[in-house]
């Protein structure tokens, strides 16, 4: 029969071929045959047709239910015989097989309450779903006891293999052992479709096999004095709330009040009345039990309070446990005591105490955090290292803690090298590599002192047995790291592949196992590997683990060398196509980018199969490789919650507080991951201020912070030991200024050499900025580099916020930022010398140099050039303490550097500093591609865009040329054209580039351009950068040059001008080396034997033109380029580009503007606003050009500021707002009079309204002031033709209002035009 098989019961007719088994048509079959299935007898059989060699059946199975009905697996295998009844001799038989409906064998959940186990008896076809369906609903019943899979959020249902469903619990589930879940009826059939769907049936959640201890630390200070606070927190790894017993063992008074708290977190007055004796240690401890009545070990913890003022210490995290492999870093956090106002440096001192090593001095360091590279402790022991903190003007108030880090002894790792799943020819040798496994506990390198054993089985599902070879002789095996098995010794595999199997040794550790399966076939097929780079985990099955954000590639390689085809297949399907997934063109590489509606599925598993197809002459054979993909789960829990930090224990959570000077507690409690490892990342955004603040990974829960005026948007995320991410959450607190306040002096150190400089803040304020500043010295000198970024975030949004609200002028939010930046300098300089740079260190610090420079009119020459030092010394990384820098660090670093450009647009740069601005701008740019690319597999891409600019960093493989040409989009509003480059077909040659690693490249277009000598550029600043093996490939003197396209600004193509390549050298633009070819209307193509930043600039003279493309040159009129050699080379350009004027001369083509008059300032008494312009249906009248008259756009906008405050550096944001409102360029702006118009209302006066109600109420008086006046400026701008005129009218009415808001000038109204 076709397919000899049926489900166990009401089976259909199927048909049967029988040869030389010839019968009668003209009666009944059950008068000639017997059917038979085992025992049991068909139901019905039909004779369809019959001759002497061919005999077809249709016939009824029976239902296979009997007692002796022995199933399998689901599958009962029997014999169906046909026997004629009047010769038993004559008979015909065939295996066929029954298959019953899969049942749940078992539910069971896991060690930690996040998940079940649902186990069939036999594969499945997995209900129907697909990769992406996770809706639980499709396998069970909705009652109640489905209900308590799901709360907060939906449980998730993910088939993990055809056998096993993994089903997610949602947060805040209730479900518990001893519920069932109930089987929908018509879901499930076997995975071959042959049995019936599954019945409904109910089967009961049983608690896990082996119950395991919870976890549990405790964080909070080793050191208290008579005026602290105490506040311990307890952590365990638990999604529900575990019961928390806490004691006292030599305190009976403490012990008392301490059996009162049963949650996590432990909190005592301060001056801590229950703990009444001085200079001993409290010896605390702490037990969880969890949801199963697991009962955790008791944690010890120490505090000693002492009579005399101390700092408290304490250390995040509390505890260290590693492996040899992993760096060990903590962050002790120090608190001034309350019982002196006196403040001071912090000294630091880090000791070894105790370990079987010594731990090099190098790492002992004298600033508060402690970093031990991975490799440097030895495995299977415990050191101890002590901190000792003292006041640098008072060293008798110190504290002195202890931290025990114990380091684990990692197992064995056996590996075979290669993919785990191979199909091979019999005709082709064996190899096998297994000197890739490993001993982690060994230097990478270093002999591994591994034992091996090598072993090959068959197996049939029931049984095992040794593997014979081709002559019947058991195969014989080796015991060495490699295994070859030569051509045809072994036959081909039938119903099962061979099984080969590694076992690793080393004398004190326990063996690791690894297998390989293998197919053989007797055809000559290709041989395919496999291999894996980037973000994975090698799992002991040789399957690999990733999360679904992971980056990696699968590399294939097919043995044949011509007419081969390479595709990629997964199981469960997934479209292996973008966003999610990107093939190499000759199919040979898959990379995945976790990006898209196809992505990966947490919790799910897929198998890779890369097959290659051979067409020959005679036959297409396909040989394959597949890889195991195993997604993991990301942490599970219960949403965060935001509360004010008033010392009021069990008080309601408050979620609203006072700026910066309040804390606000985000707390992360009862999080688990089966993987461990819990970390935690917090981070806000102001309402209405597109700026993120986003503070470093920790181990600890919660974070309190300071935070800036507004409603402020808190985001929390949870992430794993291996790094999968949980859905960030979210969460609004309103913090709101203050009452009424007094012009202040604000002393901050100055910038330059000499004691200290005073900036008077001018306006009155209610907040209290030495207040701000003095806590931020705190931190400062407490070494609390974390919480100093955390205050110095909310202090530059409080300036912004200030700034908006006309509290501060430009001036004073300089100064501001200013001495905030000192402040930074300060800690960066401090972390760097210690040769302890932590990435999360440096991507937060990078995320505040961007916010730092967000506003242009706060940026001087002085602070941008030290942001752009300050940036360097965290991107460059010089003692090389990460590896690379995320993605998003990159953004940020990016982000500044675009805010440092714009400012120098701005003018705030002078022309003598613009040329080492730019020279500090390139290099950082330099930084950035190696320590990004140094993170990226190749084929990948990190690309960033902003409303500045548009970058793109790639890596490459050598040998794939992908680097050869790219292109970036850019702003359509800014620029019709993308930029792109190629690189010649000598670039290798010339450049030296090796052809081993990969290579590195860099494009960015950034829109903000300074202009040198007056020229103003008309497209972005293109920078092309190439680095390989971690060093900048210098690119000079090519034979050949490289083409960048550079695209006009939409306003220069709307006046129709031509363009030429320049590029920055010293204080000024430059073409030499430089050749420029018109790429049409839309821009010019730069070709260029050297690299560097490159814009394009207005030509002078419209004859000097050049053809539309990059290759043929056609007609007469040349331009002329100087190279460095003194050459020239001419570009041929059609007559069509020479443009005269009604006069026959050719047009001007320059941008240059006209002499602005003086800025003219008219101190006049208040006068009535103009009327505000409005939209009107009546068309408006078009203007009439007359010969040679000039044609601008004129118009006048009011501010709500006095004259003094509208200083030089507001003046030029308000032309660059102009500028960005019409696309032009900001010399194209002219500012003719600025006139005093009128007094304004306080914009705080209704912010404050409500607040000071009972104020009014009792004094009849509002909380309202006039602040001294608005004014009215009075503009031009430049205009081409009337045409012109009338689009940029149309331009600045519909965008200028919301252009000057960007560029800090809020409240704008336009009045006239």
């Known amino acids: 029969c076709f397919e000899c098989r049926a489900p166990s019961s009401s089976g259909a007719p199927f048909r049967v071929t029988i040869t030389n088994f010839l019968i009668s048509t003209a009666l009944a079959a059950s008068d000639q045959i017997t059917v038979t299935f085992g025992s049991e007898g068909a139901l ?25 009905c022995a199933y399998a697996a689901g599958e009962a295998a029997v014999d169906m015989g046909v026997v004629l009844r009047t010769d038993t001799s004559r008979a015909a038989s065939s295996r066929f097989s029954f298959w019953t409906p899969p049942v749940i064998s078992s539910i069971a959940m896991n060690q930690l309450g996040l998940q079940l186990a649902v186990t069939f008896d036999h594969a499945t076809d997995r209900a129907g779903m697909t990769a992406t369906d996770q809706s639980c609903a499709h396998v069970f019943v909705a009652d ?104 006292c063992f030599n305190h009976p008074g403490l012990n008392t009040a301490l059996q009162a708290f049963t949650t996590s977190q432990v909190d005592l007055a301060g001056g801590t009345p229950d703990m009444t004796v001085l200079d001993i240690t409290y010896e605390i401890g702490v037990t969880a039990t969890d949801m199963f009545g697991s009962l955790s070990k008791e944690v010890m913890f120490t505090v000693f309070k002492a009579a005399a003022p101390a700092p408290q210490l304490y250390f995040q995290p509390a505890s260290v446990a590693v492996t040899r492999d992993q760096m060990v870093e903590v962050r002790a956090v120090t608190v001034f005591s309350q019982c002196t106002t ?20 190098a790492y002992l360091g004298t600033i508060s955090q402690l970093r031990i590279p991975g490799g440097t402790l030895q495995a299977a022991a415990t050191y101890v290292v002590s901190l000792t903190v003292s006041m640098s003007n008072d060293v008798s108030k110190q504290s002195s803690s202890q931290m025990v880090i114990s380091v684990g002894s990692l197992p064995l790792i056996a590996r075979i090298k290669g993919s785990a799943s191979r199909r091979q020819s019999t005709r082709s040798a064996l190899n096998f590599d297994a000197s890739v496994s490993t001993d982690p506990d060994v230097n990478a390198g270093a002999n591994q002192g591994l ?5 090959c089985t068959l197996s049939d599902g029931k049984s095992s047995q040794s593997c014979r070879d081709t002559t019947g002789a058991l195969l014989v095996l080796g015991a060495t790291s490699t295994l070859h098995v030569a051509a045809e010794r072994l036959p081909a595999t039938t119903d099962a592949p061979y099984q080969f199997t590694v076992t690793v040794s080393k004398a004190g550790k326990s063996p690791a196992t690894y297998t390989l399966s293998l197919t053989l076939v007797t055809q000559d097929i290709p041989n395919v590997e496999l291999a894996v780079s980037g973000v994975f985990f090698r799992q002991g099955d040789g399957s690999i683990k990733i999360n679904t954000n992971s980056v990696f590639s699968l590399t294939a390689s097919c043995s044949a060398t011509s007419s081969k085809t390479l595709k990629w297949s997964s199981a469960p399907e997934v479209a292996l196509t973008a966003p999610a997934f990107t093939a190499s063109t000759g199919g040979d590489s898959l ?62 959570c408050v979620k609203a507080g006072q700026p910066v000077f309040d804390l606000l507690r985000i707390s992360c409690d009862n999080w688990a991951d089966t993987d ?6 917090f981070g806000y955004q102001v309402e209405g201020d597109d700026k993120d603040v986003v503070f470093d990974w920790n181990e600890s829960p919660s974070l309190d912070m300071r935070l800036p005026t507004g409603t402020i948007n808190l985001a929390a995320q949870v992430r794993d030991a291996l790094g999968a991410l949980s859905a960030i959450m979210y969460s609004t607190v309103e913090v709101g200024a203050g009452g009424g306040g007094q012009r202040r002096l604000l002393a901050s150190p100055s910038v330059g050499e000499g004691g200290l400089q005073a900036r008077r803040l001018l306006m009155q304020s209610s907040f209290d900025w030495p207040g701000a500043v003095d806590l931020l010295d705190e931190q400062l000198f407490a070494g609390n580099f974390d919480e100093l970024n955390n205050m110095a975030s909310a202090l530059i949004l409080e300036v912004d916020s200030q700034y908006a609200g006309m509290n501060l002028t430009a001036a004073e939010s300089l100064a501001l930022k200013d001495v905030f930046l000192t402040k930074l300098e300060s800690a960066t300089v401090t972390v760097n010398n210690a040769q302890s740079m932590p990435e999360g260190y440096i991507c937060t610090s990078l995320n505040l140099a961007s916010t730092i420079s967000s506003n242009p009119a706060h940026l001087s020459t002085a602070l941008v050039a030290r942001l752009l030092d300050h940036v360097d010394i965290l991107v460059s990384d010089e003692h090389s303490s990460i590896a690379s820098i995320t993605t998003s660090c990159a953004s940020s670093a990016l982000s500044f550097m675009t805010n440092a450009l714009a400012a120098t647009k701005l003018g705030n740069v002078s022309d003598a500093d613009l040329s080492s601005v730019v020279g500090k701008f390139e290099q950082g740019l330099v930084s950035v591609l190696r320590e990004t690319a140094a993170g990226l597999i190749e084929g990948a891409a990190s690309v960033a865009s902003s409303n500045s600019s548009s970058t793109a960093i790639a890596r490459n493989t050598y040998a794939g040329r992908a680097w050869a040409a790219a292109s970036l989009a850019t702003q359509d509003h800014l620029f019709e054209a993308a930029v792109s480059y190629s690189m010649p077909a000598t670039f290798l040659s010339d450049a030296v580039v090796g052809e081993v690693k990969p290579v590195d490249i860099f494009l960015g277009a950034f829109f903000s351009v300074p202009a040198f000598g007056g020229v103003t550029p008309i497209g972005p600043l293109v920078t092309l950068l190439v680095s390989q093996n971690g060093l900048n490939v210098p690119v000079t003197g090519l034979s050949e040059s490289i083409n960048i396209s550079i695209p006009f600004t939409v306003a220069h193509r709307a006046v129709g001008g031509k363009g030429k390549c320049v590029y920055v050298n010293g204080s000024a633009f430059s073409d030499v080396g430089v050749t420029t070819i018109q790429n049409g209307d839309a821009g010019v193509i730069c070709q260029t034997t050297h690299l560097t930043s490159f814009t394009v600039v207005p030509v002078e003279d419209e004859t000097v033109t050049t053809t539309s493309t990059t290759t043929t040159t056609t007609e007469t009129t040349t331009t002329t380029t100087t190279t460095p050699a003194g050459t020239t080379s001419s570009i041929t350009t059609t007559p069509e580009d ?22 003219q300032t008219t101190l006049a008494a208040a006068s009535t606003p103009r009327p505000t312009l409005t939209a009107t249906t009546t068309p408006k009248p078009t203007p009439v050009q007359a010969a040679n008259e000039e ?23 308000f032309r660059q707002g102009v500028a960005d409102a019409a696309s032009i360029t900001v010399d194209s702006v002219r500012i003719l009079d600025v006139e005093a118009t009128g007094a304004r209302r306080d914009s705080s006066a209704s912010r404050h309204r409500e607040a000071s109600s009972d104020l009014e109420a009792s004094t009849g008086t509002a909380n309202r002031r006039l602040l001294a006046g608005s004014i009215t400026v009075t503009c031009e701008v430049d205009a081409a033709s009337v045409s012109e005129a009338n689009l940029l009218s149309t331009r600045l009415t519909s965008g200028l209002v919301e252009n000057l808001k960007n560029k800090g000038l809020p409240g704008a109204t336009v009045l006239a035009s």
């Open 1138 to 1159: 020479s443009k005269p004027t009604s006069s026959g001369a050719p047009a001007e083509a320059t941008t240059t503007p006209r002499a602005s008059p003086l800025l």
């Open 1191 to 1213: 044609v601008f756009v004129s118009f006048s906008v009011g501010l709500p500021l006095t004259v003094e405050e509208f200083d030089e550096s507001l003046q030029l944001a």
């Open 591 to 652: 990379i995945y980018t976790g990006e898209g509606s196809n992505a990966l599925v947490a919790g799910a598993s897929y198998l890779m199969t890369s097959s290659c197809t051979v067409v020959g002459a005679e036959e297409t054979v396909v040989g394959s490789a597949e890889q195991v993909v195993v997604v993991n789960s990301p942490p599970v829990g219960v949403p965060c919650q935001t509360c004010l930090v008033d010392g009021n224990d069990g008080a309601p």
């Open 44 to 68: 019905g059989v039909v004779v369809v047709s019959s001759t002497a060699t061919l005999t077809v059946l249709s016939i009824t199975p029976p239902s296979y239910s009997c007692a002796s």
């Open 451 to 455: 034992a091996y054993k090598w072993e």
């Open 342 to 361: 006196a403040k001071s440096e912090m000294v630091f001192q880090w000791a070894q105490v105790s370990g079987p090593t010594t731990i090099p001095a």
């Open 144 to 247: 109640a006891a489905f209900a308590k899979l799901s709360a907060i959020t939906p449980a998730k249902c993910v088939w993990t293999t055809a056998l096993t469903l993994n089903v997610m619990l949602g947060v805040g589930a209730t479900l518990v052992p001893g519920d069932a879940l109930t089987l929908q009826a018509g879901r499930v059939r076997s995975a071959n479709l042959v049995s019936l769907h599954s019945p409904s049936a109910a089967t009961t959640v049983s608690a896990p096999a082996f119950l395991m201890e919870p976890s549990l630390s405790v964080s909070g200070p080793t050191t208290i004095d008579q005026c602290s606070l105490l506040n311990l927190k307890a952590a365990s790894d638990s999604p529900r709330p575990p019961d928390f017993a806490w004691r």
């Open 676 to 681: 461990g490892g819990l970390e935690y990342r």
